[in-house]
């Protein structure tokens, strides 16, 4: 192990003995107390030097026998820790792309924030390039969704969409101007491409992929339709929800963006339960949700293209964490948004008990007992944190030696 402080929490002395690590709330930490000499050799954690080295110097410096193991212990414990050689062989693989691991660096300082262990992050931004996520729509939305998640280093973002683009689905960061009159899917694609730090990782051809759902960690869908976003099909993720598919949704209409629910399928509340749930609450929304969708096809659907990238960043971001193993707030909920004001607001998406997908029945049963993870490419499911928990591995992870640490707010 090379221990590394972890440079991308900003350091400073709160007083004479305490450090305060990170300045935003979520991520802050206190160390103390710490004399001069400890504070002196935390410069040293670097990731430059490994244990052996760190000794000599704690003893150059006059630091208490095994001063320097118990500081590099308390220190991992808290989380503050990150490893210069950790990560396991896929992050040694990426380690060796130094142009790629370039382009990421961003990415992975703010992946070592957000993960406990040493060498957990780059072993997270390693292991995002051998996911596989399907995108679904390649509109303003999910043309830049595609390109962020392929940008965040996701290895493999396949993008569906019918039809040619038209000048209305040229968005920056997403579809070009050059693309109008192409096959969308095929710009779209080319888009991703060149959103990514790589070249996609060669297919194992051994293990084929079929042309639906099995394979992908996950499936967004972002559809370029206005009633498709705001009352999403059921049907249209049968086979998501059969093969236990994760999946997010997040899209326009009119002046709204929403992003969610991320349906993990028998766990948390489908496009099934939303559907039955708005119908118990108003008996009217099956007879609107049909002529909405039989009404004549607009020329131009509302999709401001602010809005449009806003709803793209969230959903990616939330794909992202699900995709790194957390589980964001849109499992089970939708984001929602409305220009101008642009005051952000959660609703549920509560399991419903005449929903065939059996989030309901799950969740009375064996309530918070498993958790879908990325790698569940089928039916596989794993034993983990409850789907429901609003506690983030690094708080309930870390330990810390009482007296000694505590979380700064
Ligand atoms: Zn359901």
Redesign the pocket.
Known sequence: MHPMVKPALRRGWRDLNTVQFGMAPAHALTLGPVDTATGSFLDLLDGTRGLALLREEGRRMDLPEGHVDQLVERLARAGLLDDARGGGPDAAALREKPEVLDRLRPDLASLSVTTSAPGDAIGRLAARRGLRVQVRGAGRVGSVLAALLAGAGVGEVDVCDGGLVEPADVAPGGLPAEAVGERRAEAARRVVRRAAPDRPPRRNPRSPVGEDTPGFSLVVMAPRDDVSVYAPA?SAADPL?ASGTPHLYAGVVEATGVVGPLVLPGET?????LQQTRADRDETWPRLVAQWQSGKRRPTLACDVTLATTVAGLAAAHALAFLDGHLPSSAGARWEVSLPALQWHTRPVW??SA??????TKSKGQKGKRKHTPEDTGRHETMAAPPHSKKSPRTTGVARPAGTWRAHV
């Open positions: 059921p929800i509340g489908c496009a099934g339960c399991p419903h929903c065939p997908c059996g989030a309901a």
